[in-house]
Each structure stands twice: as C-alpha cells, then as structure tokens.
C-alpha cells in the first residue's frame, strides 16, 4: 500500500513539475518572439512593452506557476472525494464495481477485490445461518421423533395399568429403545461439540489397524449380515501406526454402518489397507445406489443423510461421517468419498508417524 501511495505521489510530482518546465520555456520562447517583433517596431506602445517584457514575463510566470499549483493542490482532495465515494460503493450490496481516475487505478483495484471480499463474506455469512437453521430444524425434527414416541408408550402405560404384560413389556421395549436412540444423539451432538471447540486430546499408542480393523468387522458382523452381506478384508501386514486406538475404531465403525446402510442387499463389502513409505491407506468400498455429486460434496457435513435415512426411524443422526472427518484430521490424515457406477467409495490415510 506505501508503494503505491508513493508511486501516485510521483507521478503527480512529475505532472506538476513537467507542467512547470514546459509552460516556464512556452512563455521564454513568446518573449523572445514578442522581443523581436517590439524592436522592429516604430509604435510607442509596442516600444513600452518592449522595454518592460521581463517584468511581462515575471509576471507571466507568477500567475501560471499559482494556477498551476492551486490546480495541483486541488486535485488530491478531488481524489480524496472520489475514494471517500468509492468506500460507500465497496459496502453496497450490488454489482456496481469502483471507478476512480486514472492516477488511482491501483487503489481502484484494491477496491474493487475489498468489495469482492466484502459481498463473498456476506454471503458465506447468509450461507452459514441458512446452515444454522437447517441444523435447529433437523436438530428438532430428530429430538422430536423419538420423544413423541416415548412419552405417546408412557402416557399408554400411566393410563392403562391393567395392562396385560405381554403388552406392557413390548411397550416398554418400544419405549426404552427410543430413549436410547435419543441418548446416542444427544452423546453424538456433545461429541462433536468437543471436536468443534478443538477440545479433544488424542491419546496416541503404537496401533495394529490390522488387528483393529478385523475386531470391529467382528463386532458390525450382525448389522451387516441382517441384509445379507458380508465383509472381506485384505491388508499388508504391517499396518502399524501412531493413532488413538479407540477413536480409530469409532472411524473404522461408522464407515461400515455407513456401507451396511447404503449397500444392496446380498453384496459385499470391501475393505482394503495398503501401506506405503508414510502413509497408510484404508478403503470402504459397498455397492448401492450411486451418490449425487451435490450430496457427495456435502456428505461429511453435520446432519448430512440421504433423504431414505432421514425418513426411517433407524437412520442416523448425520453425525458419524462429521465425527470421523474431525477424528482423521486430528490425526494429521485425510478422508475422501467417492461413488460412481452404483459403487460408494471412502478413502482413509493416516501418516505412519504422528
């Protein structure tokens, strides 16, 4: 910014001094033209004037070099009118781009990239409490769903006690599994809370994704197999890596719910781990309906479900995919998705090394 106030400041200083320089020689060359003509001249008025054009040309010299600076002098606050008028356009919400003289063509460009900035944070501001309440209604809507369910059993129970026990025992179950599903969303909606707030504190060990990645397919085996499909895992044999064991596993778990979910029924699902000089590479491959490039590029978002997931009472809060992201890039790694020709792909690394 100094550099191009002084790069305006020079070229006015050049303007104003060329000015001077010619003007001063336009009027010596007059003099000695108007000396010539007065000395071949017998009138006594042009012979006054001849005498005296020195005190002419003083003269002459005075009232430019004034007029020139009081122009010169005007001109930056001419300037400075603009720029006052420029800063009012850079905050108006419109498309209206800053036009100044040229001696301000720079800070006519600075302008114009503050009024680009200005209109791009506002509407990433729009764009984050459109987001807000997006979140607050889905908030609502999944607190909601299982409360009502809840409290409708209870009132059932409370104003019916002579209830056969067959009956009260489902309702209860009915009950109990809705509070729970209501429990697991409020521990979700504290967790990524905590990640949010970069308040989480990794505990880092010597971990075998091997090992790690066979125990939790153990532990989704019945998930995966209540539609039919299964789970085949290939790794290297070293996959050892400096990680926090169990919020690797809480990864490792929510991809393959994610792959049990959205998989065709009687299919399989691949699990890869390949490691490299650095890296590690673990991918979840499932086949199902292909993933809409929208959804894909919004997909580890909070709350982000596909709309089947959000209509069914068993679908998730939208919350494992943002959980997991948080959880690899406190591990320094990445995660990716991907889905084309009815296959959905997410791609892990994680550094060897922390």
Known sequence: MLNKKITTEKRLSVRLYLSL?????VGYGLVVLLDYIFSKSDNSILAWLHLRADVIFIVYLIMGFVCMFNFFWKKPWGYLDEVISATQTVYEQNNHVVALSDPLKELENQLNQIKMSVLLSKQAAKQAEDKKNEIIMYLAHDIRTPLTTVIGYLSLLHEAPDMPEKQKEKYVKVALDKADRLEKLINELFEITKYNAHTVVLKREIVDLHCLIAQVIDEIYPTLSANGNTAVFTADNDLSINGDPEKLARVFSNLLKNAAAYSYPQTEISISAKRS????????????KTIAPEQLDSIFEKFSRLDEARLSDTGGAGLGLSISEEII?????TI????????????????ISS
């Open 277 to 288: 000089d650095r890296n590690v590479q673990i991918t979840f491959e499932n086949h199902g």
């Open 329 to 333: 890039h406190l591990h320094g790694g």
């Open 336 to 351: 990716t998705a991907s889905s084309e020709n009815e296959s959905i792909s997410f791609i892990i690394t994680l550094p």
């Open 21 to 25: 320089f010619i003007y001063a020689v």
